[in-house]
């Protein structure tokens, strides 16, 4: 399996962006999607998970302001970020996760990672 991830850039505080994750390589309708983030000289963070029957979580700072969904079809999750902050700025990466009961086995994948600045 292998994640893809795009749609970072350059913002100012107050504006918009929309992360997409592209999975090749499984079946992307069986995995729980998330995505993390990580500033400079912190531990990388949870921001949002949707599950395979689209069940959404979000960390409290994000709340209202991003939204994750999924498109299976395209095999791909994305991050809405609105009235993004100074604080949101991070390298973001997208997670696919599923357990297998049957085989007592936990997959587990990162992307590269796309890299988010707001400014003041």
């Known amino acids: 399996v292998q994640l893809q991830a795009s749609g970072g850039g350059l913002v100012q505080a107050g504006g918009s962006l929309r992360l997409s994750c592209l999975l090749s390589?499984?079946?992307?309708?069986?995995?729980?999607m998330g995505w993390y983030r990580q500033a400079p000289g912190k531990q990388r963070e949870l921001v949002a998970t949707?599950?395979?029957?689209?069940?959404?979580n979000y960390t409290d700072s994000v709340k209202v302001r991003f939204t994750i969904s999924r498109d299976n079809a395209k095999k791909t999750v994305y991050l809405h970020m609105n009235s993004l902050k100074p604080e949101d700025t991070a390298v973001y990466y997208c997670?696919?996760?599923?357990?297998?009961?049957?085989?007592?086995?936990?997959?587990?994948?990162w992307g590269q990672g796309t890299q988010v600045t707001v400014s003041s």
């Open positions: 997670n696919a996760h599923r357990e297998s009961q049957i085989l007592h086995r936990i997959y587990d994948y």
């Open positions: 390589g499984g079946i992307f309708s069986t995995y729980d």
């Open positions: 949707i599950s395979s029957v689209d069940t959404t």
